[in-house]
């Protein structure tokens, strides 16, 4: 729990006002207590039953289990604003580095309003080339060095890769979830056995 974490309540209390408490009050003022034991099944239910019976002052979200009502501060927004836009080089280049090889299971209506959102954007000339640039970097170079055949199990189709992250692209997946199942010697999607090829 993070409430135990000096760093973690002094960096959240501007947005969070039992975070806020706890460093004007301090521990001793507070109580942690379970309520009830139950399954994890029910969970949410018993969470909006509490919330609903001792409307706590500190948990400003009346709904359990979601977010529904919660509002950033126009202040917290422009100071979120302000933040992103003066992130330096070497958090831009991690935030780059992090967002790789991420992959989105979108349903076809998220992906239509994404495409439609995008339709009509003009690009300025400056922008265009830093997307090229962009673009052209990310052939990338294959990150274990060693071969991975992939089998279809419905079809008997086998299929031979130069690197995990090459299955990964071939298969709409990232090179983690291959090696992840190819360690694990487990079924990628229930379908697709993936073996590492030796090289002699």
Request: overall charge positive; charged content about 30%; aromatic content about 8%.
């Amino acid at each position: 729990m993070q409430y135990y974490n000096i760093k973690y309540i002094t960096r959240t209390a501007e947005s969070s006002l039992i975070c806020k408490a706890l460093l004007k009050y301090g521990y001793s003022k507070f109580k942690l207590e379970i309520l009830e034991y139950c399954e994890p099944s029910t969970v949410i239910e018993k969470e909006q039953n509490y919330i609903d019976l001792l409307n706590p002052d500190y948990n400003i979200l009346k709904v359990a289990g979601s977010l529904f009502g919660y509002k950033h501060s126009p202040e917290t927004i422009n100071k979120m604003r302000e933040i992103a836009l003066n992130r330096s080089d070497e958090t831009k280049a991690r935030l780059r580095e992090a967002a790789l090889g991420k992959t989105y299971n979108h349903t076809e209506e998220t992906k239509i309003k994404i495409r439609n959102a995008i339709l009509g954007k003009k690009h300025s000339e400056e922008t265009k080339k830093k997307l090229s640039i962009i673009q052209s970097n990310r052939i990338k170079q294959p990150i274990s060095g060693f071969k991975l055949q992939v089998k279809d199990m419905q079809t008997g189709e086998i299929f031979i890769y130069d690197s995990l992250r090459i299955a990964g692209k071939e298969l709409h997946s990232n090179h983690n979830s291959i090696k992840y199942n190819l360690n694990n010697k487990k079924l990628f999607r229930g379908r697709y056995l993936i073996t590492r090829i030796d090289s002699d």
